[in-house]
Structures are given as C-alpha cells and as structure tokens.
C-alpha cells in the first residue's frame, strides 16, 4: 500500500484552525463549570451551580421561554410567506423580473443594527406597537431571507411538469402544492427551519431595539446579566445555547444527513 | 371517423410576442396526429393549449364537442406523457400510476386491479414498488405513459417523449406507444422535433413553422408531394429548381430551367402544370453525368462526399447550387462541367414563390 506523506505544516495548519474553532467552546465550557464566583479559564473547582442559577434567576426563566416562542412562531410567520414566494420567484422565473428575488434577500445586505433601529423608530414608536408584536415582526423580518433562500435552493432542482403531470392528472392546483411539491422540497422546508430558528433565537441586533420593559429574549438577558455581574451564569448560558443547537442539529443528521444543508 | 379534438383559429401570444397565428387543426377519433418542427416553432405551445397550461388570445378548443378553452387544466381529462417523464419522485411506481385513479376517487381494490393490469400491459409490473429514482430512463417512460393511460383519457398528448432516451431505445419506444395507442384507440397529439419519428408513427403529421401549419397531410403525401416549399426542404428536397413551359403537348408539358434543359413531364404524375413552377427533386433524383450530349442542367461539380450507397455532389452553374448523386462505379472530379439530370418520377412539382 502507498502511504501518502503529509507535510508536517499541514498538520500543524490544520491543528491551529482547529483550535481556533473549537478553543472558545472549551473554554466557555470550562468557565461554566468553574465553581468561582468570577469567570476563568481553567476552571477551578468543578461545580453545576452556575447551570443552577440560570433557573433560579427569574428573568433568565422568562426569556427562555420568549426566545424559543418567538423564534418559533417568527420562523413559522416567515415559513408561511416564505414558501409561497420562494415558489412563485421559481415557478416564474421566466416571467418575472431578475431583480425580484434579489428583493427578497436584500434584509440580509441591511445591517442588523440598522434594520433593528428603523423598526424601532418607523414601527414600534410610530404605531406605538406592542412590544410583543414589534419583537415578533422584527424577528419574521430578519428570517424570511433565509427562509426564501434555502426553500428556493431545492425549488430550483424541483422540475415543475412534475406539477403539470399531477395537474393533468385531476389533481387540482391547491392540492398540488400540498401532495406532490410540499413533499419534494421537504428537506429544503426543514433546512429553512431549522437555519431560521437558530438565527432569531441567537438575534441581539434587532431584539436589543425591540424588546422593552416586561420582555426580553434570551441573549439580551445574558448581555444585561454581563453587564452587572461577571459570574460563570453567562457562560452555563451560552452552553446550554450550545447544546440546544448541537441537539437541533443531531436531530437533522440523524432524519435527515447534514449533507442536505450543504446544497 | 369522428372528430374528436379541434382547434379553431387559434391565436397565441407569450407577452407581446405572437406565438400562434389563427391556427387549426382537427384531429379525428382514434388518430395520431404529429405536430413537427424545429424549436419555436409553436407545437410545444399549441400542446399547452390544449392541456391548458397556456390561454389562446383567441379561437376555441373542443374535445369531443365539449369546449375546453375555459376550462382549469385539472378538469380537461387528459393524459401527458413529458420528455422529462415527470414521475413523482416521492411516490412508487404503483402509486404514480394510480394517482390519476386517487384524484377520480376510484376504491383502493379497483384502482390496484386496474394499476396492476396497466403495470402487466407495459411490462412493469415487477418494478410496482420500486421509486422512480430506481427506474432506467425507458422504464420511466413506460410509467409515464402508463400513468396517462390508466385514466383512460379521450385524449393522449405527447411532449418529445422520447428525446431523452438513446437510439435504439427511441426505435422501440415510438412502436410501444404506437400499438398502445392502436390497441386502446385513443386519440393523440405527439409533439417532435424528429422527423423519422413523426412519420414513423403518425396518421397524419402537422408540418409547423413560425406558430403556423404548413401541410397537414398524411406521411406519405408529405414526404412525396409537399404543398410548399418550406415542406419541400424540411422532407429533403434539397432542389428546387425554377422552370417555365416552353411546349403543351396533350398530357406532355415540356419546361425549361435557367441555362437549359428541356424536360419532358407527364400531367398524369403532376396533375396540373402551371406555367411558371418549381421542380423540387432530392439528390436521389438529380442524377449526375459527365456525357455531353446527354440534356441536362449545366454544371460544375464541387465537393465530393461519400454516402455508402453513393457519392454527393456540391454543384453549382446557371441554375444555382444544386445537391445531385452520382454512382459509386465513376466517382467525378472537382472541378467537372457535367449535366444534371432530373429523374421525373422522383421529383415533385410546386407554385413559384
């Protein structure tokens, strides 16, 4: 058998780049399980109270529970609008103008920051909003990009006389769209999901102009917390961040295999 | 015969765009009706027509006497057969073919009896609960059609159904779906770009051109007595060559080209000579000789290609460039003065232009 050499900086290369994006979860890792009142890395003393205290402090307790429905629910908003468009840019490619779904995608070029504080300004103050509801728009707003860009991916390989053919069949149009398209963009539907979820559940940039008194996501908590305290909590946070997003993650690789979010 | 599908001065434009221009056509029950041409020239958009996936700006479609032009494409009841296949890739074999059932709301017994014995008659029925993905291309074909004719449509329409598909299995396709259609009697479009194709299997062929018809004729007619000379060309008549009568005889007519050649015709082959014509012969009847005295249209040869049955010639002279055969047995060299020779019986006759 011919054994390959690899170069001795190859590896070298490869270990530095690995540490690079690995070393933060260690570490964050680490401080989280510091039994310290301060955070440090390596931690000294290894303890659990820090994951603890997230559940102790109240608002930590509250806005989880906000930042997973809203995520949630601005991911489904975003869905819903998403996947009509995502099909008609497709379906009429020809027809419709080159710019319209570069339209669709612009939220993305807009700095977060500037999106978050013209909400703010044009929308929540303007029509005195509920916070809620101001939050929740924001958060459909900074999604459906994503939403529209992936489910447009696998449209693009989707061969729409598949439609036709069901059509021609007696299918009606409607129903069409439920039985025989909705299932062969599955994986494209899921990808969308799954891409929107973690980005409004780890948004700052918008929540930070939209949430008020009374509510606030997740990350805004945790940087209020930061701010006046400089325990592990942040830490035993951004971890249990972490695990919730490895977990979404395991759950698509096993259903699914990852390879499908590469497309 | 009945007729069972028509179209009635159809009009059609994508945008500002005129795709059809007052086209009609009318198919009878049972018959095969082929719509050839090159790409844009409208057969693909006259089957969307009428499968409704397109709206006419004008002109009316009917089925049987009933007038789809209105009607949503879910409720036309007819069967497609794609150059795609366009199986659902989702679902298996049995259940693409029984889709059309499910939408009817045929009971699961009585639709898995009449899929299995469609899958029987196309030679799948092994393959029922394999996915699409697991198909060859002509297997996907056969489901296809399967699928189109389990519905029992009034109409079958066929979209380049076999473009996809390499020679030999076009060969044996295009005679499947011919004694299909044959056995089951039902009325059919078949969309092609393929000439060999169309007239291989079709009742009648609608030879279209910029979003008209030129000559609906049966493959025979067509191929020997094309009404124009766009039809004349596209059946490969590569001559046509301008004549006038010179001398009316009773049923003789002697004409003359450019440069020459008197040419004895019979009015019983061509019926009707007018004065001024077009002789439009293929190489096969423009026979080549380098005798002198023989009369013929004056040439030069050009080009020499080899055919296997015989060598073609480029020439050109007086009457224009011409195509012309010459037998194996005396290949000629560039650059010869020879005659060319019409052969009558293998040259048809049209209007000037």
Redesign the interface.
């Known amino acids: 058998m011919m054994t390959r050499k690899i170069h001795p900086l190859l590896i070298a290369g490869t270990v530095l780049v690995f540490m690079f994006l690995v070393g933060p979860l260690i570490i964050v890792l680490g401080a989280a399980l510091s039994d310290t009142t301060y955070l440090t890395f390596p931690p000294q003393g290894l303890s659990l109270r820090w994951f603890e205290n997230i559940f102790e402090i109240d608002a930590f307790r509250r806005t989880i529970f906000t930042s997973l429905q809203i995520a949630l629910l601005s991911t489904s908003i975003a869905l819903l609008i998403g996947i009509p468009a995502a099909y008609a840019l497709n379906r009429y490619r020809i027809q419709l103008p080159g710019w319209l779904s570069t339209l669709f995608v612009l939220p993305v070029l807009v700095p977060e920051l500037v999106l978050g504080f013209s909400l703010l300004k044009n929308v929540a103050v303007q029509y005195n909003s509920p916070i809620y509801i101001s939050l929740l728009f924001g958060h459909s707003l900074l999604v459906l990009p994503y939403v529209i860009r992936v489910i447009s991916a696998s449209l693009a390989a989707f061969?729409f006389?598949?439609e036709?053919?069901?059509?021609?069949?007696?299918?009606?149009?409607l129903k069409?769209f439920f039985t025989?398209l909705l299932?062969?963009v599955r994986s494209g539907v899921i990808a969308a999901f799954i891409l929107a979820f973690i980005t409004s559940i780890n948004d700052v940039s918008i929540s930070i102009f939209l949430t008020g008194p009374g509510l606030s996501t997740l990350p805004i908590q945790l940087l209020a917390h930061m701010e006046q305290f400089f325990d592990p909590t942040v830490a035993s946070v951004s971890v249990l961040l972490m695990i919730l997003t490895v977990a979404v993650m395991a759950i698509v690789e096993r259903t699914l295999g990852l390879t499908f979010l590469a497309k | 015969m009945t007729q069972a599908l028509a179209l009635q001065s159809i009009t059609a434009h994508y945008g500002a765009t005129q795709v059809l221009e007052n086209l009609s056509l009318d198919v009878a029950e049972g018959e095969l009706v082929s719509l050839l041409g090159a790409s844009g020239c409208g057969k693909t958009t006259t089957l969307r027509l009428v499968?409704g996936?397109l709206q006419p700006t004008s002109g009316t479609i009917t089925l049987g006497g009933r007038d789809l032009t209105r009607l949503?494409?879910?409720?036309?009841?007819?069967?497609?057969v794609?150059?795609?296949y366009?199986?659902?890739?989702?679902l298996s074999v049995a259940d693409n073919v029984g889709?059309?059932l499910k939408?009817?709301a045929i009971s699961s017994t009585d639709r898995a009896k009449r899929v299995g014995a469609m899958l029987d008659r196309v030679g799948l029925a092994h393959l029922a609960d394999r996915l699409p993905a697991a198909l060859s291309g002509g297997q996907k074909q056969r489901v296809?059609l399967a699928?189109?004719l389990v519905?029992e449509p009034p109409l079958l329409m066929f979209d380049e159904p076999l473009s996809n598909l390499d020679a030999k299995l076009r060969i044996d396709m295009r005679i499947e779906i011919r004694q299909l259609q044959r056995a089951n009697g039902t009325t059919s479009v078949y969309v092609t770009h393929d000439q060999e194709e169309a007239f291989s299997i079709s009742d009648r062929v609608a030879i279209m051109h910029q979003g008209r018809i030129m000559q609906l004729d049966t493959p025979e007619r067509l191929y020997q007595r094309p009404a124009n000379a766009f039809v004349a060309r596209f059946v490969g008549f590569e001559n046509l060559i301008a004549m006038s009568v010179v001398a009316r005889d009773g049923a003789k007519v002697t004409a003359e080209a450019a440069g020459g050649l008197p040419l004895t015709l019979s009015l019983e082959q061509f019926g009707e000579i007018p004065d001024r014509f077009v002789l439009a012969c293929r190489a096969d009847g423009l026979a080549v000789t380098d005798n002198a005295a023989m009369e013929g249209i004056p040439a030069t040869l050009g080009l020499r290609t080899y055919l296997g049955r015989a060598y073609q010639y480029q020439t050109s002279g007086p009457a224009g460039t011409l195509v012309a055969n010459g037998p194996l047995t005396r290949p000629l060299e560039p650059g010869a003065a020879v005659k060319l020779v019409p052969v009558p019986e293998q040259c048809t006759i049209l209007a000037p232009e």
């Open positions: 061969d006389s598949i036709e053919a069901a059509i021609s069949l007696g299918s009606p149009p069409t025989i299932p062969n | 499968a996936f949503p494409p879910h409720q036309r009841n007819i069967g497609l794609f150059q795609n366009a199986l659902f890739p989702h889709f059309g939408q009817r296809a699928r189109a519905i």
